[in-house]
């Protein structure tokens, strides 16, 4: 019995945590007080503003918009129990909490852009994410070490581990980090080879990133963390699902909220909408392919060559910049939207985008994309 016993030690399901101080638990639940107020206050409001205009609407409106109202009732709860919790006596349920409320938030983040475009509650939700990764990190025994094969072809001794990594926000944010550069540098070489051109590829205002690769790195990392040394066939045929999927997801979020094409396969073998096809189902099965059994390995060394002293600080300072480069990003494609569908700057962010994020920046920064403000689907203001 104690042989079998033993391996159940060392389970990944039994991953350390760490308790926080009370002066930051403090710190924490003061910060998940403020959200919960901001968020019941944004769903009022919402509420209100969405009942006033609901018979114009149509119907994909309408839905994105009960969504939207059901996404923030599910992040207010979140961050409620966040706050109910003694971290104590039930830190694992929190931080499993808190990895859902986050899912949540980013689910609030896209559909509220959606529905209304980018607006001061924006800035809001870029509070609950700090919140959030303040609580992961500081609450992360294992961000200290990663327990990761030197291939991930090999197989473990211990019979009781399955996964491959953790799944903390230590890891994945690195790991979407990472991929979002090496994406972006290869986009930028398949264009050079195959067109015999260079344009600028980056999907953020600064910086070299290209997010979708990094979402999807990490939307394959967290699939596959179980199932990286099964059939290479399983691997491809999972990893191609997801990226079409993703891909064809972004494309409908980027048209909905801000009216924008990216990329367009109408008329080529077995296209959705002309927003995925085959042929990208299998490119992304063979990238989630060499993405699991070549490139996470060495991703994780690199990850590990931080210090452990500097880890958490350094996860939190490039987090919040990547978050600060998303909103900023977002900010000045929807003055774009705006000045395209006609709307002069009124505010003193659309003015400042006006002048230091012109359309001539703009068309030659996001050169993929075609801008098209009548192809998006908005609540209307009720007011205009």
């Known amino acids: 019995m104690s042989q079998k016993k033993a391996p159940a030690a060392h389970a990944p399901s039994a991953q350390p945590v760490r308790i926080p101080s009370a002066r930051r638990g403090a710190l924490l639940d003061v910060g998940f007080s403020i959200s919960i107020a901001v968020t019941v206050a944004t769903l009022v409001l919402f ?20 969504f939207y109202l059901v996404l923030l009732a599910a992040d207010a709860t979140g961050c409620m129990t966040m706050v109910v919790f003694d971290f104590t006596t039930h830190m694992r349920q929190a931080r ?34 700090v919140c959030l990764i303040a609580f992961q990190t500081t609450t992360d025994a294992s961000i200290a070490r990663n327990r990761t094969f030197t291939a991930p072809w090999h197989v473990s001794s211990d019979p009781a581990r399955t996964d491959y990594i953790p799944l903390n926000f230590f890891n994945l944010f690195w790991v979407f980090f990472i991929a979002s550069v090496l994406g ?3 986009e930028e070489v398949y264009f050079a080879l195959v067109f015999d051109a260079y344009p600028d590829r980056a999907g953020l205002l600064w ?24 059939n290479i066939f399983l691997i491809f045929g999972v990893s191609g699902a997801i990226g079409a999927a993703f891909e064809f997801a972004v494309s409908w979020f980027m048209e909905t909220a801000f009216g924008i094409i990216a990329w367009d396969y109408s008329g080529t073998f077995l296209n959705i909408q002309g927003r995925t096809n085959f042929a990208f189902f299998c490119a992304w099965g063979f ?13 994780l060394r690199l990850v590990d060559a931080i210090p452990i002293r500097w880890r958490i600080a350094l996860t939190s300072i490039f987090a919040v910049f990547m978050i600060a480069d998303g ?12 000045r395209e569908a006609g709307h002069a700057p009124v505010t003193t962010i659309e003015q400042f985008c006006a002048e ?29």
């Open 96 to 129: 499993q909490v808190a990895r859902a409320t986050m899912v949540a938030l980013l689910a609030t983040v896209v559909v509220g852009l959606m529905v209304q475009g980018v607006n001061l509650v924006n800035l809001v939700f870029l509070f609950q994410f």
């Open 287 to 299: 990238l989630g392919l060499m993405w699991v059994k070549v490139f996470l390995p060495s991703v």
């Open 47 to 66: 509420s209100i503003y969405f009942a006033w205009d609901f018979e114009k609407e149509s119907l994909l409106t309408h839905a994105l918009g009960i």
């Open 327 to 338: 909103l900023m990003t977002l900010i000045t494609v929807d003055c774009w939207y705006e």
């Open 207 to 230: 910086g070299p990133f290209s997010p979708i690769y990094g979402f999807g790195a990490v939307l394959m990392t967290v699939a596959l963390n179980r199932y990286w040394n099964r």
């Open 356 to 384: 230091r994020f012109d359309d001539n920046f703009m068309a030659h920064r996001f050169a993929s994309m075609d801008l098209d403000p009548s192809r998006a689907q908005r609540v209307e203001d009720p007011r205009a």
């Open 184 to 186: 972006l540098i290869v």
